[in-house]
């Protein structure tokens, strides 16, 4: 069993709001992270999969075709955009947190990893913090 | 004369829009940075400012002065923003791109750097994207 | 189960010395480790906890109050002091290294982290050199 | 358990390339990693150890010699070496892949851990792609 | 005047080598850079012009066509080459060090440069050795 | 003109103290930079040279002797030592910032430079701070 990664990269805008609490309170609790007109980072995204290198050509995945994969299924969507407007597999009234991003990016993914296993979504929102979903 | 770089960051959402062009002539200058709902980077600054070390301290500038002069000026008014909408020193209609925000930046620091010069902003909106201005 | 990390830095001073052994052997097994006036590092520090995304707030835990957490109970004690002279809860003996560091660090943290688990205690004394407890 | 973990560093040459097929099925698989004459790699190696701090060094191996064995039995064969060409323990027709890679440095190093376990050998290929190999 | 920085990268192989020199002499300058079946690495180029921000868009130069341009005049002839072999704009017996690298490099973009000007050819052939280019 | 840069790296002691300032000034001035028992850090230096490719060998200085210079010249004296107390060419009662650590090594390493010049040294003190000097 190897794992191999992959790095990608999207630049988005978010805010964390809960529409049922106060003003004074969604302040509370997420600070300048509930700014009104938003805010942004460059995520940086790390996506493992595991698996056994195939004899001929040594790849557990072909890392060109996963990066493929991740653009098409979830940067497409992600990249350039508003995380609590624009992105159809973020459920509406779900905080676009890191640690809900990693989730919805498993869902996102998992199905079509064939010949080998998806084990790993992590995602850096700052050089300071990052989550990691295993699939469990 | 030594130089001295404070680095700093911030968190941002913008786009880039011309509103007297057509929603077409924004794509194609602008491609995806046009997209409605904006998006957003984690910006890195870094402030450099040049003079002789003081022979008490050692000290160009005291670097944690620095820092809390740049957080004053600029990061109070950009961090956690939108930089088309809510910082007061980006006049309306400056496209917020990386070579206009160190001019901008320049002039939010200049006049406030006593006993030493400011000698450069340099700002990364991407780790493959930076801009600097030398004030000239 | 979602694992969110939160990185913070230190910097500090220490050497590695054993009292009991001779001059010369601390100098073969630490090498310039065991220099007299002491050395030091920028540690960087990257705390792991593990558990269930609030629906609410989408936070494993708030990283805002886990970098408090850690401000308050490890980083006053090691931040710009020296590790074998100045810090209450390295004991007496105890050689300062990452491997021993990531221990008492996570002795400090995991009786405070509360309505999610403390996953991992990870420490980078160089570009080239890290240590990580996992708490078993 | 701490885990202790060692980065080093070397410079390769390598294509990939399977004898038996024709140019156009290597090109189809590989891409522009097929070409004739050659492309390279600033490799980053992540060698990680388990075991328990010795009381008196505070070690759980100490990370000198982790490097020492390292440079001895994988950089020195890898290093400022054609990874296809000049290994003499990475079998002819291997495919010089990141995650063939892991598993052979593997085989290189773990028979000489001694009074603690290896963990992990990881292996970057550019700042977009790494593999890891957990021994199982 | 301010300075607009893209970022590209490539991997390529090379090997130091001057044909009129002995053996001895090859190996004794140059070390393992002389290895017969060459050694590769991961380049980063920072490519830098200058000019005044279009009123309009912003832009000193639109980075994408200035990654578009170094793409095609540069990366497209380095990338998974060989740069003692394959590459056009590198005279035969000219060494593919990093100092004539950014020299050949500055040559290929400096004609294209329109509206601004090349200010900068920067090179990483490691994370320790970088050379640079001003245009004089 | 060509630019050539060389990274090197050393870990040592420092604190920021004036022996005719009061404690209660000291610590005004430089903060916890005044801990008594010393802090450190991982310093990154960089080094660039000046001067035109040899025709034969590509290189503006051979990066390995300059790597050698930088280690004779100033690395042994400040890796894993103590900068207020064991450095022969820090002045007694210079403070050890960057900004004068800039100015010792380019005197202790200008005249050491042959066949080409030494243009600039630079040190980073952490990821945030660092200081240059261009030997005026």
Known sequence: MVYLTRRERFNAAHKLWVKDWSKKKNRQVFGKCANKNWHGHNFELFV?????????????????????????????????????????????????????????????????????????????ETENIFAEYLGE
């Open 48 to 124: 493992t999969v595991k698996g056994t290198p195939d004899p001929d050509t040594g790849f557990v995945m072909d890392a060109k075709k996963l990066s493929d994969l991740i653009k098409k299924k979830v940067l497409k969507h992600l990249d350039h955009n508003n995380l609590n407007l624009d992105v159809p597999f973020i459920p509406k009234g779900m905080q676009p947190t890191t640690e809900n991003l990693v989730l919805v990016i498993w869902q996102q993914l998992e199905p079509h990893i064939k010949n080998c296993q998806l084990h790993s979504v992590k995602l850096y």
